[in-house]
């Protein structure tokens, strides 16, 4: 859709003045995010489905290659074609606005030739200091799968949705650049298997995440970020946690001690006594 204010019209002209993607950042994703394979015929000649070598191998399992020293998992086929597929997502700044990338990369590998893939970006999430958000993006299409988009179609304004939100919940490059406030906020270059565009929106909205974050709580943070339902218990026992936290109890499973928190307070039982909430 046409930017309708300002602001989208300025976010469509940042997003033209991203990079593409480096040289490093395409072979991080191939040789991360997908699986290599060797396959090898009933003579024992093994090929590299990623750099095409040959050589004669005995072994099972997992070996590395000879040539490339990538490491492959070795199959016993006569096929010659693997076709994957992954996502995965670029996290940077421009201006003042926190930004994930998602990228779709597919590869085709042929037997005895050298792997050459393709990369499409699918969108990005644009997040201002207030934790607001803005989806530039290719449209999605009708379809039983959920990643199924138009990919000839332009980087538009979109409206958020869940193929989205499950693109960019994938990979995520090592390398991570974040705004002066969410670096301050105590994110230290990990996302830490959590969603990056909700946990940067709680970074910059919620002060109770600010202080997970910098207490290396990162269950509780995890836990926070995962669904409004979870943060609600944030909310709502915000003092039971503190007063844990500071009898230096260290939450390993935020389910199973939201769950025996509220077992405790149907019981009637003080949910500030320390020996109560802090169990061994």
């Known amino acids: 859709m ?25 072979q991080w994703a191939l040789n991360s995010t997908i699986n290599h394979y060797g396959y090898r015929l009933k003579s024992g000649m093994c090929t590299c489905m990623k750099c095409g070598h040959e050589w004669l191998e005995t072994r ?6 000879p040539e490339c020293g990538t490491q492959i998992e070795i199959k016993d086929t006569k096929e010659r074609v693997i076709r994957e597929k992954s996502y995965f997502n670029i996290i940077t700044t421009i201006e003042d606005y926190q930004v994930v990338r998602m990228f779709l990369m597919i590869v085709e590998m042929r037997k005895g030739m050298k792997v050459k893939p393709a990369y499409l970006e699918i ?8 934790g ?5 993006a290719i449209p999605r299409t009708l379809g ?36 002066d406030t969410i670096k301050r906020n105590g994110f230290k270059n990990s996302v830490h298997h959590i969603h990056p565009v909700t946990m940067f929106q709680e970074l910059l909205t919620n002060p109770k ?5 910098k207490a290396n709580e990162i269950g509780l943070l995890r836990y926070l970020c995962a669904r409004p339902a979870n943060k609600s218990d944030i909310d709502k026992y915000w003092n039971t946690i503190k007063i844990a ?5 260290k939450v390993k499973d935020p389910q199973m001690w939201f769950d025996y928190i509220k077992m405790l307070e149907r019981m009637g039982r003080d949910l500030n006594s320390p020996s109560l909430i802090a169990p061994q």
């Open 144 to 179: 039983c799968y959920v990643d199924t988009f138009a990919f000839s179609a332009p980087l538009e304004i979109r409206n958020d949705g869940d193929a989205y939100m499950y693109v960019s919940d994938q990979w995520v490059y090592p390398r991570i650049k974040v705004t």
């Open 123 to 130: 969108g990005q999430y644009f997040i201002d200091p207030k």
């Open 209 to 213: 995440a600010e202080t997970l974050m």
């Open 132 to 136: 607001n958000k803005t989806v530039v």
């Open 2 to 26: 046409k930017p309708r204010n300002k602001k989208q019209q300025h976010i469509v002209e940042l997003s033209g003045r991203l990079r593409p993607l480096s040289t490093p950042q395409m």
């Open 60 to 65: 099972n399992g997992m070996c590395l290659c």
């Open 245 to 249: 936290k500071r009898n230096g109890y």
